[in-house]
């Protein structure tokens, strides 16, 4: 794969859990990827196989749904019960 192509998505990625408060390194550990390899990929020392970064993408991009789902779900639990405090 194209080492900018590698490290833009990456960094989109890294944005993303940077909006909720997220680092990389706890994001591939909960995703259960290598951040060693992501670390790798992204800085140009080595060029993954598309199977193994689109899986990894994979992983990292459902990982990241999962949470902003939760602190979306807490977030409206959140304003309920402001509102029927009210």
């Not at 994001?27 to 060029?47: F, I, M, Q, T, Y």
């Amino acid at each position: 794969m194209r080492t900018m192509q590698v490290a833009d998505r990456i960094s989109d990625i890294e944005k993303r859990a940077a909006r909720i408060n997220l680092k990389l390194f706890p994001l591939c550990k909960a995703a259960g990827v290598s951040w060693g390899n992501l670390r790798r990929w992204r800085d140009g020392e080595v060029s993954p196989t598309v199977n193994l970064f689109e899986k990894t993408l994979a992983a990292l991009e459902l990982k990241l749904s999962e949470r902003e789902q939760e602190i979306l779900k807490n977030l409206t639990n959140a304003d309920t019960r402001e509102r029927r405090a009210s």
